[in-house]
């Protein structure tokens, strides 16, 4: 079953039972080595599932849960391979979305459930996304579009201080200004989670991502019509908006906004026939770190070949 969280679609299955969390894997086409998140209603979900729980963890959930925050603690041993991809941890979160939760506390079990794509597809953020991406899943719940639109914040509880293991919208700053040591300041170095290994977030068009806006008009010159699609936050699109190439354009109005509707616009730019999307990074603050590590995980640098 599919579900909404607030940060994207996800599809769940019983932590607890091998081969609901196999048939998950399954229908994702999922590499067998990249855990599960397993979601819970409250706290005392999480100290079920971990053989411990660091003080960190406990001050961490009071914070931030429920909430785009996945915590990894050491898993209790009673907990299936499948769910954990055979590591001695396991990754938790309680989500905030009153449909998830009223599901987690109707199961009455920790629920596994990656987001509901295809691997290596961008997540779905809204119950249309999930049902085009995975159509033999048969129940999929519509709580609307996610609120956040990115996965949650992935930290490893397991030694102080914390690392990020990939960044979302709880960011490093945030963890920090809640007094929680964070190692490294959430660079890109510390990004270790094994689902970091795998080909991500790509839509069927090819993605560039460029760090200022000047590459994109010369970019432009030999695209064939109405084959690009433009991603930018916070800048003025007019010199785009009608170029030739261009089929569409979505340009936030800010950071939270640009995270939101970023898969649901690789959506809408695949239907639309889009070859490529060029996107604009942000700044790496706050979310943009999480915006740019997905816009750089689902594509490649925009490279403008010299004027001759
Ligand atoms: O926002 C989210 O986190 C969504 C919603 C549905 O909750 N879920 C999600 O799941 O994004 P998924 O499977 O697409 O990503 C889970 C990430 C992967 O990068 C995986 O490698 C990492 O969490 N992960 C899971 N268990 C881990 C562990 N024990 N240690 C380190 N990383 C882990
Ligand atoms: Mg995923």
């Known amino acids: 079953m599919a579900f909404p969280t607030e940060t994207v679609y996800g599809l769940g299955a019983c932590a607890l039972d091998p081969d609901a969390v196999a048939r998950v894997f399954a229908a994702k086409g999922r590499p067998a080595d990249n855990p599960l998140i397993v979601h819970v209603a409250d706290v005392a979900g999480l100290e079920r599932l971990v053989a411990r729980v660091p003080p960190l963890a406990l001050d961490l959930a009071a914070r931030f849960w429920p909430g785009p925050l996945t915590l990894v603690c050491e898993a209790a041993p009673s907990l299936p391979r499948q769910t954990t ?20 506390r109707a199961a009455d079990v920790p629920v596994a459930a990656p987001s509901a794509n295809r691997s290596g597809r961008p997540s779905p953020t809204t119950a249309a996304m999930a049902h085009k991406d995975l159509p033999e899943v048969e129940v999929v719940l519509d709580g609307g579009p996610c609120a956040v639109g990115l996965e949650s914040t992935v930290v490893d509880c397991t030694s102080t201080p914390v690392h990020i293991l990939r960044p979302g919208a709880v960011t490093a700053e945030m963890l920090q200004s809640a007094g929680i040591p964070v190692a490294g300041e959430g660079s890109a170095s510390d990004y270790r989670s094994p689902g970091t290994r795998h080909a991500h977030y790509r839509p069927r068009a090819r993605v ?100 001759s």
């Open 85 to 104: 991809g055979g590591l001695a941890t396991v990754a938790v979160r309680v989500p905030a979305h009153p449909v998830a939760l009223a599901l987690l």
């Open 208 to 307: 560039f991502w460029v760090e200022s806006t000047e590459n994109i008009l010369p970019a432009l010159k030999a695209a064939p019509p109405q084959s690009v699609g433009l991603l930018t936050c916070g800048n003025p699109p007019a010199p785009w908006r009608d170029h030739p190439a261009v089929a569409r354009v979505d340009a936030a109005p800010n950071l939270q906004a640009y995270a939101r509707s970023l898969y649901r616009a690789f959506a809408d730019m695949d239907a639309a026939g889009c070859e490529r999307i060029i996107a604009v990074l942000p700044p790496a603050e706050g979310l943009g770190v999480a915006l740019r590590d997905r816009l750089q995980r689902a594509g490649e640098p925009l490279v403008v070949p010299e004027p």
